[in-house]
């Protein structure tokens, strides 16, 4: 019988192998089980999930074995980069959550699966599309026009993410289904990243799946289904509100225009969506080869209607040893169809300021039977929002990707010297997209020219090449134990992007395209080693370095240098501390490294070349001859890696049994040939602004995290654990002089008028900083329209008056996460806040104020609710007043689960689980939700100006877990 | 592999092609000159949503939209209700070094000058030899090359009134980071000028080369300009050349077209005789949310019923004249081409207040609307030198010198004949002042009315209001370094041999 350690629960479903043979079981849902033992064999291998693995001897007919649970929260070993580490030996700032732990409910995309888990990682959904991606960084991110994407890698192949995006889906990250995924570690400070090199200076996300075990085949099935509806609307004038204002203003040319419906747009266009996802797995071992495969098939609704997605998943992996084990070979593999159909989000907006008062359809044939402003002779008013519902049904959007990747892994103990091991490590990433929309010509949207077609196709192909050579001794004489890698790696990144001419509908050629392909491609050369020294299991010196070379930048820039070191005290292992009954672990760690970025820049940006347009609608005319032209390109010879430094200290403190453990860090980051949009002196190049080494930024920051297991009792446990991180970001450099007077580079456009920006990025500022009028409002707190303070005293407000106010990054970010469980039910839920960020409430900016609703172009306009509030009649873009602080608590999760036990014979374990997402949010902002992701298109920087967003839906999930043994 | 491998970091575009194959034939030599060209008509190479510059919106970025805010918006003829960034401060004579419209005008003239020194270096003697082109393929290359050395003048003339001190860049200057030398306004004035002559005789003759391509009287156009504002550039004055260059292209063989309004509308590149250089659109083939289609869509709105301007699905609604140019006009003047009764504009942000401009319209002569793929790119060419102007500039500059004033009022009377449809609206004496009311009248939204206020030292004293002018509706003066724009403080932080202009 198998039971818990701490409480003597027993544990089903613990794999039993006996040691150098394939004969194993599992325990039942009572912890026992029975074998039968052939001769000659004296021992068995015990392994469960969440407990440590346990030899044990063969002593008599019955065995009874207490195992041992690793640390709930954050397993005993994890993977580190090009190996594995004991978490109490570990130098780095590192954090791995458990399948176990992961958020739950309905995810499609792995990356929620963390959000709030783990201290200084803020993951920020982009919106509620089936299949969007999150905005992570990583202690802030450390570029500024680069990418700040952490680098992803799974099962030690680095895998494209949202830099080398894929046509026909929203997110590549959503075709790796999360169900296949074991753990999640996050690597955050250099001296664990830097082993990435040149890809690390965001951090590392290291990805395992699941792989096989031992023993007879265990079948899993798990189906949930759910149901989600927009958690909030943006709030907009109801029709009474618009017909009372305009009768109010008494204006006939627009009393006429009313209409007698009470239309709600945004219920319109929204829906309450259903999803199920389903996912069966097997694993066990045949022969002595272990196995694990899997299945999974995700069936999505958006709530923007037409939003759908189906994912067809599947992973295989299998784990031979031979020769005596020494050769270890590790295959996985995966391959993923998705089918996506994507709303129209353009009508997310056009909900917001279309005329309520107008009926969905106007009972005419013109424009597909949807109501549409049109001029008295019925011709389309082009300057008015079209019909939200329009926009939805008459555009078709769909794609498909198919994606496989995986890879072999050969390890081998050599049998003369089975401290060397050598490594290799080759893996493949590939997957084409491709979709098309149509827009038929009859819709308002495209009128002009005949409705729209486009094609899209893409094909992703990458290489992974790695080797690498391991020796790890015990020289127990001088206590002391060595473990060196040294290796290579070879990464090649190839797009092929087919160009298709834009037509319509009926499918005359609108725009031309050049070249029928183009094949953007990258490829990096790496060397590294490693040592890690520890002596007397108390002092831990370890030190990685790492030269990559990348074909991005000219030969005398190419090659990137990155090292680190760390240092590592386990005090508690010191006989002066050992006393200490409370104290059962306390660690201090410090490190310091050098890490690089390359994403974000082109792949050719050095070289200087021409380019021929054959774009048909760009040409010159010379006599009655339109001519293509030849133009140079921008080049910048001397691109080069953008460079971090950064330091850590961290201490990590375990008491009462480790009944609570946690972590505090500290870091400095300082970030150097900052790569960014740089404004080059003007006649100096085939353009004005590219991208180049210019700036500095630093960030600093601190991290928290508790975990405690509060109630550890056979009926009734409660664990909670508690992260918080403080990050501050600040540019120290942006040009190559000087100069005080130099505002800064704008940015973060804003919709509403033409080329409006909101930001800046300054030197001694967060980038992205709100750049803005100080509002000035009356005695009673109302601002007044268009006064604004003239800060710099010279009697007029102008350019020069425009300050710098706030910054869409958190200053504190935290997690909290609680699980009871009392008997057979649990309860647990995730909570996530950011303290100290803001937005740019473009919404009420662009449509909060009266003078869109009897537009100059004729048509009725809504407008936010936030006008009726200023009373502003135009619009004042640049106020302070819509920069609005955003900070927020969210319950992200709230989970209900119960373990059935035993059914079907005792031969069925089931476990049933309610769970809602969204579940609340608390916040000051006064849009429809303070957490603004990305839309689309990268660069994805917090970007903290708030316009169509795809509200996140509350979701509700029902799901049963069957697991056949 | 470990050798051999680092050869896979020498990655080249897939599409990219070398100097030899940009400029590898003749037929390649035109694709580079159509982008010389191109660099002022179009915002970019690959369509109307992408630029050749950064910091600006891709649509407001093309040559004419630009220059037309800083010459037109800054002066009585034109005001525009919109708030994008460096818009209104155009009329209210407040902008600063930040303004970006003013970047992207100073970004794109040098732009142009950078495709154009580019062209130059890669078409010299050495270089046509070394890719084998000789004969006839070599003398039309030339021609290209004496294009591009009369554009970039065109450029550099632009840069000298707008900002009287740019960088200066050469076919001698490198491609990379360097920091431009900066030259001041009197060198400046040498340089075009000289340009400008060593270039007339390699230029085709008048009305010899292909449409749209720049021959010998636009380089005499452009000479005449720079002599008739010699003053304000160098201090000294230059009339009896203004005269001799006028005269030269009165002399080549133009002739006025029939009807004024003609001149700027749809097919206006086809028989016309008056136009000596244009930039030319169209609604198909050569895209762009700036030249005319801004300043045909700008100046309606859909209330104005855009389709009778052929744009059927445009009218931006944003540029309207004050109450000064329709007052400068007759009733029987024919160029009087304004929409509305309401010329007083109270409240600046309402577009239905002031009358609007309808000079541009995308309509062909026989009213017919012209190919567009959205119904609101147009096809309206712009004329950047054409004769009507040149008969003005000979008239101020003779009756500045005090010479040949018999025939300045001959030229004068030879404009307004046309304007009238006949002899009811000729003038018997003109004084200076009357001509820069008369190239009001015949210029109006042609981009010369900032140089024309600024050579009359009215742009920014009180010798002359305008409504709204400094952003007081009576209108005020505001100090003289408006006369001059600043170099755009972008560049003043990029390129430190930059010292601004006085006053910002």
Not at chain 1, 52 to 61: K, L, M, P, S, Y
Not at chain 1, 489 to 499: I, Q, S
Not at chain 1, 897 to 904: D, E, K, Q
Not at chain 2, 460 to 472: D, I, N
Request: proline share 3%.
């Amino acid at each position: 019988k198998i039971t818990d350690s701490k409480d003597g629960s027993p544990l089903a479903d613990v794999s039993i192998l006996v040691k150098g043979s394939t004969i194993g079981t599992r325990t039942k849902a009572d912890g026992t089980f029975t074998l039968r033992i052939p001769a000659g064999k004296d021992s068995l291998e015990l392994t469960s999930l969440n407990y440590a693995t346990q030899v044990v001897a063969i002593e008599g007919t019955t065995i009874n074995v207490r195992l041992e649970a690793t640390n709930a929260a954050l397993g005993e070993v994890v993977v580190i980069g090009y190996g594995t580490a004991k978490k109490k030996e570990l130098t780095g700032s590192v954090v791995s959550v458990g399948s176990k732990d992961f958020q739950k409910g309905t995810i499609t995309s792995p990356d929620q699966l963390i959000a709030g888990k783990v201290p200084g990682v803020s993951i920020t959904p982009a919106g509620g599309q089936p299949g969007s991606g999150s905005t992570i960084r990583i202690r802030g991110g450390a570029s500024i026009s680069g990418s700040n994407d952490p680098l992803y890698v799974i099962d030690g192949v680095p895998v494209a993410n949202s830099v080398q995006s894929i046509s026909g889906v929203s997110n590549p990250m959503a075709l790796i289904n999360p169900n296949d995924i074991e753990n999640i570690t996050v690597l955050k400070d250099a001296a664990s990243t830097a082993i990435y090199g040149s890809r690390a200076s965001n951090g590392v996300i290291l990805i395992t799946t699941k792989k096989g075990k031992s023993g007879k085949p265990v079948l899993n099935f798990s189906t949930n289904v759910s149901s989600s509806k927009a958690a909030r609307y943006v709030d907009v004038l109801s029709a009474a509100q618009v017909r009372s204002y305009v009768q109010a203003q008494g204006d006939t040319t627009y009393t006429k225009l009313l209409g007698s419906a009470n239309t709600n747009w945004q219920k319109e266009i929204f829906r309450t969506a259903v999803a199920n996802d389903n996912n069966l797995s097997v694993s066990g071992a045949i022969k002595k080869v272990p196995y694990r495969v899997s299945v999974g098939f995700l069936n999505q609704d958006g709530i923007l209607k037409n939003d759908h997605l189906d994912r067809y998943s599947a992973a295989i992996n299998v784990s031979p040893k031979f020769f005596d084990d020494h050769l270890k070979v590790d295959i996985n593999l995966k391959g993923t169809i998705a089918k996506s159909r994507f709303g129209n989000q353009d009508a997310i907006s056009s909900a917001l300021t279309f005329d309520p008062t107008q009926t969905v359809y106007s009972g005419k044939s013109a424009y597909g039977g949807y109501f549409e402003w049109v001029d008295a002779n019925g011709a389309l008013n082009t300057n008015a929002p079209k019909n939200p519902v329009g926009l939805l049904n008459q555009k078709e959007d769909r794609g498909q990707v198919n994606r496989s990747f995986g890879n072999i892994q050969f390890d081998y103990k050599l049998h003369f010297l089975p401290e060397l091991r050598a490594n290799l490590n080759l893996g493949y990433d590939i997957a084409k997209g491709d979709g098309y929309t149509f827009i038929p010509q009859e819709a308002a949207s495209n009128y002009s020219t005949g409705g729209s077609h486009t094609i899209y196709k893409q094909k992703v192909n990458n290489r992974v090449g790695e080797f690498f050579l391991n020796y790890n001794k015990d020289l127990k004489q001088i206590k002391s134990n060595i473990n060196v890698t040294a290796g290579y790696g070879y990464y090649d990144n190839l797009t092929t992007t087919y160009n298709y001419p834009t037509l319509n509908a009926r499918d005359s050629v609108l725009k031309a395209v050049t070249y029928a392909y183009d094949k953007p491609r990258n490829t990096l050369i790496s060397y590294y080693a490693r040592l890690i020294y520890t002596f007397d299991s108390k002092y831990i010196l370890s030190a990685s370095y790492r030269t990559d070379g990348s074909s991005k930048f000219a030969p005398d820039y190419r090659w990137g240098k990155f090292p680190s070191v760390g240092v590592t005290w386990r005090a508690s292992q010191e006989n002066f501390l050992k006393g200490i009954d409370w104290l059962s672990d306390l660690k201090v760690r410090g490190t310091y490294g050098v890490t690089g970025n390359q994403d974000g820049i082109g792949n050719y940006g050095y070289i200087g070349s021409y380019s021929y347009s054959a774009n048909n609608t760009a040409l010159y005319q010379f006599g009655n001859t339109f001519y293509y032209t030849t133009y140079g390109a921008a080049y910048i010879t001397n691109l080069r890696w953008e460079e971090t430094r950064s330091a850590n200290i961290g201490l990590d403190f375990g008491f009462f049994k480790n009944r609570i453990t946690g972590s505090i860090d500290y870091y400095e980051k300082k970030t150097k040939d900052l790569l960014g949009p740089i404004t080059l002196p003007v006649g100096s190049n085939f353009t004005n602004i590219v991208t180049a080494n210019v700036g500095n930024m630093s960030n600093k920051g601190v991290e928290l995290a508790i975990n405690a297991s509060i109630i550890n009792h056979k009926d009734f446990s409660w664990n909670a654990g508690f992260n918080i991180a403080y990050n501050k970001n600040t540019i120290t450099s942006l040009t190559q002089s000087t100069d005080s007077s130099f505002a800064g580079n704008t940015t973060g456009g804003i919709t509403g008028g033409t080329g409006n920006t909101i930001q800046i990025h300054s030197v001694g500022y967060s980038p992205n900083a709100f750049y803005v009028y100080k509002q000035v409002y009356d005695k009673n707190g109302k601002p007044i329209e268009g006064v604004y303070a003239d800060l710099n005293g010279d009697h007029k407000v102008d350019d020069n008056d425009l300050y710098r106010y706030k910054s869409p990054f958190p200053k504190f970010i935290l997690g909290f996460t609680t699980d009871v469980t009392y008997k057979k039910w649990t309860l647990a839920t995730v909570l996530r806040g950011n303290i100290g960020n803001y937005v740019y409430n473009n919404v009420a900016a662009n449509i909060g104020i009266t003078s869109v609703i009897n537009n100059t172009n004729k048509y009725i306009s809504n407008a936010a609710s936030d006008a009726f509030k200023t009373g502003f009649q135009y619009n004042q873009f640049f106020s302070d007043y819509y920069v609005q602080n955003a900070s927020f608590l969210r319950m992200d999760n709230l989970s209900l689960s119960y373990n059935v036990g035993r059914v079907l014979n005792n031969k069925v374990g089931m476990t049933v689980m309610a769970n809602c997402q969204n579940v609340f949010v608390i916040t000051k902002y006064k849009g429809v939700d303070p957490e603004v992701g990305y839309l689309g298109t990268y660069p994805s920087v917090y970007t903290g100006v708030d316009y169509k967003i795809y509200p996140r839906p509350r979701t509700y999930t029902l799901g049963v877990n069957l697991t056949f043994n | 592999c470990m050798t051999s491998c680092t050869k896979d970091l020498n990655r080249n575009p897939t599409n990219g092609i070398d100097a030899d194959s940009a400029y590898g034939s003749v037929t390649a030599y035109k694709g580079s000159l159509a982008k010389a060209y191109a660099a002022f008509a179009l915002t970019s190479s690959e369509g109307s949503d992408k630029s050749d510059l950064g910091g600006i919106d891709a649509g407001t970025s093309d040559f004419i939209r630009l220059y037309w805010n800083a010459q037109e918006l800054s002066t009585d003829e034109a005001m525009c209700v919109w708030t994008d960034p460096g818009v209104p401060d155009f009329h209210n004579l407040s902008w600063t070094s930040a303004n970006t419209i003013l970047r992207g005008l100073y970004t794109r003239s040098i732009y142009q000058i950078t495709v154009c020194n580019d062209f130059i270096k890669q078409s010299t003697d050495d270089k046509l030899a070394s890719r084998n082109i000789t004969g006839n393929d070599a003398a039309t290359v030339k021609y290209f090359r004496a294009e591009a050395r009369f554009l970039r003048a065109y450029q550099y003339w632009v840069l000298m009134d707008m900002f009287a001190n740019p960088p200066y860049v050469t076919e001698a200057s490198q491609i990379g980071t360097s920091m431009p030398p900066q030259i001041q306004r009197a060198d400046l004035f040498k340089y075009v000028e000289s340009e400008l002559l060593a270039v007339d005789s390699l230029l085709m003759a008048p009305r010899t080369n292909e449409y749209g391509r720049a021959d010998q009287a636009a380089a005499w156009a452009l000479q005449a300009r720079l002599y008739l504002n010699a003053g304000v550039y160098t201090g000294t004055t230059h009339y009896p050349e203004a005269m001799t260059y006028a005269n030269k292209v009165i002399n080549a063989g133009y002739s006025l077209m029939g009807t004024y309004g003609q001149l700027f509308m749809a097919d206006n590149n086809v028989g016309n005789n008056e136009i000596i250089l244009s930039i030319n659109y169209d609604g198909n083939y050569s895209q762009n949310y700036g030249g005319t289609t801004f300043l045909v869509n700008s100046a309606i709105n859909a209330d104005m019923n855009p389709t009778s301007f052929g744009v059927p699905n445009g009218g931006w609604g944003g540029n309207r004249t004050t109450s000064s140019l329709p007052d400068l006009f007759a009733a029987a003047d024919k160029r009087a081409m304004f929409y509305g009764t309401s010329s007083t504009i109270t409240d600046v942000s309402k577009f239905e207040q002031g009358k609007k401009v309808i000079k541009y319209r995308n309509l062909n002569k026989d009213s017919t609307t012209p190919a567009s793929t959205n119904g609101v790119y147009t096809n309206v060419d712009f004329p950047l030198f054409r004769l009507g102007e040149m008969y003005l500039t000979y008239a101020e500059a003779a009756l500045r010198a005090g010479t040949n004033t018999s025939d300045a009022i001959n030229y004068i009377n030879v404009l307004r004949q046309r304007a009238f449809g006949n002899t009811s609206g000729n003038v018997t004496s003109f004084t200076v002042d009357n001509v820069l009311d008369e190239r009001a009248r015949e210029l109006f939204w042609e981009c010369t009315r900032r140089t024309d206020l600024i050579r009359y030292g009215k742009f920014t004293t009180s010798t002359y209001l305008w409504p709204w002018k400094g952003g007081v509706s009576g209108g005020k003066s505001v100090d003289a370094h408006f006369n001059i724009y600043p170099i755009p403080s972008s560049d003043i932080i990029a390129n430190t041999n930059l010292k601004q202009n006085t006053g910002y």
